[in-house]
């Protein structure tokens, strides 16, 4: 059996799940534009550049989990998957899905974004098995902290040697491991798996993978 792995940002979908949330969120009146929109886009621009502190944004993004119940959450997040998410979709990310699917591969989803958003994006793919960076929750509640390490860069790695552990299996298990991202800051994981394939890549990735003779796919 193969393991085909996939980020999900501007991989699958044609845009930033994480991004887009907090704009809706003001968008909805939920946020203070003023006070979200700068710091949203200042975080954004720090993910491209690589610089992104995942602890300060995660918990930054954690306020809204945190200063809501529960039930109010999933409302507004089925909302916004419904609205936002679905005609983000990529149908040619869905056909390599399905291809991977079809081989009898197993599926998994490896994402910076924060796993409550992500979860359901993936149900959509009909991907169960996802891998995000997990809000702190107690008794149902998030408490507006971050869950262990952060699936982000390095920490993808890391997180996935602890999803294999959990399964007890070894990366080595697999015939082939592939991991499908268009991001430098997924690095790490790309050179980890034995088909790394950079999908609609940013400028950094494409010259990586030109240097390093890694395929390349555009699925928009």
């Known amino acids: 059996m193969n393991l085909a792995i ?3 940002d501007n991989t699958l979908l044609n845009g930033d799940s994480d991004y887009n949330w907090g704009i809706y969120l003001v968008k909805r009146g939920f946020l203070d534009e003023k006070k979200y929109k700068a710091q949203n886009q200042k975080f954004f621009e720090e993910y491209q550049a690589g610089k992104l502190d995942i602890f ?3 918990e930054f ?4 989990l945190k200063n809501n119940k529960r039930k109010f959450l999933n409302d507004v997040l089925s909302d916004y998957v419904d609205e936002i998410i679905k005609p983000i979709i990529l149908e040619k990310a869905v056909s390599l899905v399905k291809q991977h699917r079809d081989a009898g591969d197993r599926l998994l989803i490896i994402t910076a974004t924060n796993s409550f958003i992500t979860k359901p994006i993936g149900k959509l793919f009909g991907i169960e098995e996802l891998i995000g960076t997990d809000p702190e929750e107690h008794l149902g509640e998030f408490t507006g ?3 262990g390490i952060p699936s982000y860069k390095e920490g993808k790695v890391s997180r996935l ?3 294999l552990n959990e399964q007890n299996m070894k990366l080595t298990d ?3 491991t592939f991991f499908y ?3 430098h800051n997924d690095l790490a994981l790309l050179e980890e798996v034995t088909n790394p394939v950079v999908v609609n890549g940013d400028e950094i990735l494409l010259n990586k993978a030109k240097e390093k003779n890694w395929p390349t796919l555009n699925l928009k």
Do not use: E, G, I, P
């Not at 993004?61 to 809204?64: A, G, K, N, V």
């Open 145 to 147: 902290k971050v869950k």
């Open 161 to 163: 040697y602890d999803w």
């Open 174 to 176: 697999f015939k082939k």
């Open 56 to 58: 300060a944004f995660a």
């Open 6 to 8: 996939f980020d999900l």
């Open 61 to 64: 993004q954690f306020q809204f």
């Open 181 to 183: 991202s268009d991001s």
